[in-house]
């Protein structure tokens, strides 16, 4: 049930990837759709199918309203790594509850627990990853923690209680989701950890 979901989900982001203007040129990550369909159905194979449903339905409306949920990921992003330029752009992007705002912080705050952990435990294979903290951010480096909270604002408010929910479950039975991420993302190159 859930590589349909996947498929039909990183299809949808791809078109959407493919479309994001990039200050200065297109980047190469644009044009490498094996590695993108890895990495992003890696992380999606770790949600449970009410998310994955939810999260479609909000690509599809997004399609449908004429918007772009990787464009504006990023411009979210832009908020820790280019300040002045987000207070040029904010105000085109869509308001986020105050309630749903608190559950993205909740969900980033253990996420970044989850791969600091992933970091120190697979510290060879990840030092040359994305720094953890939002400290870290700068004009040519987005750290795991933006890059995260950039992509939760833009799902909807189901998908994002969906997600807390999930995430709330998996600290209580000690799963860490970015290990497992991590895992799928080594099993898609024939690799074990």
Same mark, same amino acid.
């Given at each position: 049930? #859930?590589?349909?979901?996947?498929?039909?989900? %990183?299809a949808c982001e791809w078109d959407m990837f493919g479309q994001v203007? +990039?200050? !200065?040129?297109? =980047?190469?990550?644009?044009?490498?759709?094996?590695?993108? /369909?890895?990495?992003r159905?890696?992380?999606f194979a770790t949600w449970p199918?009410? $998310? &994955?449903?939810?999260?479609l339905d909000d &690509?599809?409306?997004a399609q449908i309203e004429g918007r772009n949920l990787l464009t504006e990921k990023y411009a979210r992003m832009m908020a820790s %790594?280019?300040?002045? *330029?987000?207070?040029?752009?904010?105000?085109? &992007?869509?308001?986020? $509850?105050? *309630?749903?705002? #608190?559950?993205?912080?909740?969900?980033? $705050?253990v996420n970044v627990n989850w791969q600091g952990d992933v970091d120190r435990k697979y510290y060879e294979l990840r030092r040359r990853g994305r720094p953890l903290a939002r400290d870290a951010d700068n004009?040519? %480096?987005?750290?795991?923690?933006?890059?995260? /909270? !950039?992509? &939760?604002q833009t799902y909807s408010r189901k998908t994002i209680a969906l997600l807390h929910a999930y995430t709330v479950q998996c600290q209580k039975q000690g799963r860490n989701l970015a290990e497992e +991420?991590?895992?799928?993302? =080594? #099993? =898609?190159? !024939?690799k074990t950890l």
């Open positions: 049930m #859930k590589e349909p979901l996947i498929s039909q989900i %990183t203007t +990039n200050v !200065g040129s297109r =980047a190469s990550c644009q044009d490498d759709p094996d590695t993108f /369909r890895i990495m159905g890696s992380q199918d009410d $998310a &994955l449903r939810s999260y &690509l599809h409306t %790594t280019h300040p002045f *330029e987000y207070q040029q752009i904010q105000d085109q &992007l869509p308001v986020i $509850a105050t *309630e749903t705002e #608190k559950m993205i912080e909740e969900i980033v $705050a004009w040519y %480096t987005t750290s795991f923690e933006t890059y995260l /909270r !950039g992509e &939760l +991420n991590l895992v799928q993302i =080594a #099993k =898609a190159y !024939g």
